[in-house]
């Protein structure tokens, strides 16, 4: 069974973060992973860009788009996609044709600021 | 992380929040920052017993305005009572925990905050001083060090910017919807101003420098989470972050500037220039230009270029233009110029700038620029008199050091072929 592991934090604290303490925790954590790569149990890792450089389309009809990220709590997390895009412009597209398939809800889009593959054989 | 860094952390990311909220409720920003000094100090001691809050800024607020509150009940037995609106809202305490829950204060919180620091009466390096020990926490020591001053300076410096925004009339009431542009305009440019302060740096100094930078950096990041969707605000974000993110490479190893063409590109900061790049492609969406959305798509394409022969500068001369349109300055017509020489030729670029003359005649930039186009059409005589004045008007040793660098070339150069071969 695979299990998706979403991190929580304050990202005020987490920006208030000096880079060598930034670092530092990064380091930390790349030893857990290190050991789970080593076992084949690793899958892709990723981190998120900040809130501020996110942006939600609510899947209304039509579809609007807001600027900041997904902020009700009354609707949970479902799943997400990893999608290779030139511009927030193409991902919103690529939102829009998934949200026509799903009505409903929203889709948070975040660039991804740092992403490794993993090492989990598929 | 230790306890101790976390504390550290927690209480600096809370204290825009914590110190505008405790501001509202005393209305004297001295009893405000006494107030989250106190509730600091509480939680120092606390939180590593008990655990962290899951609200540091709302423990902070409750906590301050308590012990304030008791503080000045303590000196009313003793003294002659004071007035009851030197205190607003002393007996509904118990609110504070909804008032802070519902959260509708938040923005104009700090944002009033960062405003008082940008009051008109203030010179630019007060603001600056002022918005750094209030709202981002920094020592004075700190703050000192950054801007090459003594401690002592710095504090006189700081108490004298304290006691003008006391004496000016703090607007408390919510601001309506042009107030409040107007106060995030005013705060968006002292940010800029911060950035510039650690930016303009040389490079013995731009180590000592670069915490104003990251500071500008933060603050952005948290006025545009208060103000989502401002185009200008991201835009001020991205160019903060794309301009930063070149910090590694702005220096050699003997402090000297390396232009941008001379670069290490390998040194840029990524992660920075992705944040950036997402940003200003955000703001783009909303097609209300603004100076700073121009200015960081413009370094966006020097980022998004790999080598310096990749930079797209007909878009850059485009958006130099668009940028003149809004804000004529010459400044803005001579960084285009450097657009222009590259696309249309140095000789067109010269006599782009011919006219500015006059208005940038104490430029330092001005005379780097006109020199390195005199050089390129190979009037060395000429080029050889605007580097000389350059070197006269240059503001850092850096700045002096490198178009010294360009006299020595034009000198070399000059020299007859033979002697420059027996050497």
């Given at each position: ?16 973060w ?5 670092a ?21 890792v ?8 996110a942006?939600?389309?609510?899947k209304?009809?039509p ?14 997390l ?16 690529v939102?829009?044709d ?14 991804v600021g ?9 | 992380?230790?306890?101790a ?26 009893t ?8 600091s100090?509480r ?29 000045i ?5 003793q ?5 009851d ?8 305490a ?16 700090i ?9 008109p ?23 000192a060090?950054?801007f ?8 006189q ?21 042009v ?8 705060v968006?440019a002292?940010?800029y ?23 500008a ?6 006025l ?27 220096f ?15 040194l ?19 097609r ?14 020097h ?42 030729g ?52 850096a ?25």
């Open positions: 069974m695979l299990y998706a592991i979403l991190c929580y934090h304050d990202e005020d604290t987490v920006g208030s000096t880079s060598e303490q930034d530092a925790v990064m380091k930390k954590l790349a030893v857990v992973q290190e050991k789970l790569k080593k076992q084949g149990r690793l899958g892709p990723a981190r998120l860009l900040p809130t501020t450089a942006t939600t389309l609510r209304d009809d579809p609007v788009v807001l600027d900041g990220p997904y902020a009700e709590t009354k609707e949970q479902l799943g997400f996609y990893l999608v290779d895009c030139k511009n927030l412009d193409e991902a919103l597209d939102a829009r998934l949200g026509a398939a799903n009505p409903g809800g929203a889709y948070e889009i975040r660039p740092l992403f490794q593959p993993g090492s989990r054989a598929t | 992380m230790t306890d860094a976390w504390i550290d952390a927690a209480l600096t990311s809370a204290r825009p929040q914590a110190v505008g909220a405790l501001l509202r409720y005393f209305r004297n920003l001295d405000a920052e006494e107030a989250f000094q106190n509730a100090l939680a120092l001691k606390s939180w590593p017993q008990n655990g962290p809050p899951r609200d540091p800024a709302g423990w902070l607020i409750m906590v301050g305005r308590n012990v304030a509150i008791d503080d009940r303590r000196s009313r037995k003294e002659p009572l004071p007035e609106e030197a205190i607003s809202d002393l007996d509904d118990e609110d504070a925990l909804a008032e802070r829950l519902d959260g509708s204060h938040y923005r104009d919180d944002l009033r905050l960062l405003f008082i620091c940008c009051h009466d203030l010179p630019a390096t007060q603001q600056i001083a002022l918005a750094l020990r209030i709202v981002s926490g920094l020592t004075v020591k700190q703050i060090r950054a090459l001053v003594s401690e002592a300076a710095m504090e410096r700081i108490t004298r910017a304290k006691a003008r925004v006391a004496d000016a009339d703090v607007p408390f009431e919510t601001p309506g919807a107030e409040r542009t107007e106060r995030l305009a005013a968006a002292m940010i101003l911060i950035f510039n302060e650690g930016y303009s740096a040389s490079g013995d100094t731009a180590e000592i420098r670069a915490p104003l930078c990251e500071e950096i933060r603050l952005a990041r948290l545009l989470r208060l103000f989502q969707s401002e185009p200008e605000i991201m835009g001020l974000t991205a160019l903060l972050l794309l301009q930063h993110a070149r910090a590694a490479a702005r050699d190893a003997e402090g000297a500037l390396v232009l941008l063409d001379d670069q290490d590109r390998a840029w900061n990524q992660k920075m220039i992705a944040e950036g790049l997402a940003l200003i492609d955000k703001a783009m969406r909303h209300r230009s603004g100076p700073y959305q121009i200015q960081a798509a413009i370094a966006a394409l980022a998004r270029a790999a080598k310096p022969e990749d930079t797209d500068w007909t878009q850059i001369d485009l958006l130099y233009g668009a940028l003149e349109v809004m804000q004529p300055s010459p400044v803005v017509t001579l960084n285009r110029a450097v657009a222009v020489s590259k696309v249309r140095p000789q067109t670029a010269l006599e782009m700038i011919e006219p500015l003359a006059s208005r940038l005649s104490n430029y330092f930039h001005f005379f780097g620029v006109r020199g390195a186009f005199l050089m390129q059409l190979g009037r060395n005589d000429e080029a050889r008199v605007a580097f000389d004045r350059a070197i006269a008007l240059a503001n850092t040793s700045e002096a050091a490198h178009i010294r660098m360009h006299l020595d070339r034009l000198i070399r150069d000059s020299q007859p072929l033979g002697v420059k071969a027996g050497k």
